[in-house]
């Protein structure tokens, strides 16, 4: 059998069986898929603004506040709802907020070095914080003072800082 007389009949080139425009929409939903990937782990690396206080002003807390959050680590304290280490932490917090709002500086996070000054707040603020540092950071069994401080006796010194601020 000869195929002669079919190959007459196809002169022509037959159209390419591949075309590239599916090619190119695979490509660009995927280029998307990537762009849109990368902004939103920029956007979940950013600071948020209510983390970092930007845009918030809250209204400032009153003394009669502040010795209520005292009086509350001391309640939680006396319940042993939490540690002797944690109360002597959230002590420090409490004064270091109050100062904040006191100096409108943000000392939050001060080290004593930093906490200098004539001022008598910030005297008073480094003292407060200087006497917490041992119960709050120090291992009893090998520091004395830091075993003998109490909770109570610390909560006492946060408030004296809250009472004599402006004295």
């Given at each position: ?51 970092a206080g930007i845009g918030q002003k809250k209204a400032p807390e009153t003394d009669a506040s502040f010795k209520q959050r005292v ?24 004064a270091r907020q109050f100062a904040s709002q006191r100096l409108d500086q943000d000392v939050t996070t001060h080290t004593l070095a ?54």
């Amino acid at each position: 059998m000869t195929f002669t007389h079919l190959s007459a009949t196809f002169t022509q080139v037959p159209d390419p069986q591949f075309s590239g425009t599916p090619l190119l929409i695979a490509l660009g939903i995927l280029l998307l898929i990537t762009v849109a990937g990368i902004a939103a782990a920029l956007i979940s690396w950013m600071p948020r603004a209510e983390k970092a206080g930007i845009g918030q002003k809250k209204a400032p807390e009153t003394d009669a506040s502040f010795k209520q959050r005292v009086h509350e680590v001391e309640q939680a304290w006396d319940a042993r709802r939490i540690s002797k280490q944690d109360a002597f932490r959230e002590l420090a917090a409490i004064a270091r907020q109050f100062a904040s709002q006191r100096l409108d500086q943000d000392v939050t996070t001060h080290t004593l070095a930093e906490l200098n000054g004539n001022a008598n707040g910030i005297q008073l603020l480094r003292t407060t914080i200087e006497a917490l540092y041992p119960p709050e950071f120090a291992y009893e069994a090998t520091h004395a003072r830091s075993a003998e401080v109490t909770v109570i006796e610390a909560c006492g010194w946060v408030n004296a800082l809250i009472e004599r601020w402006d004295a």
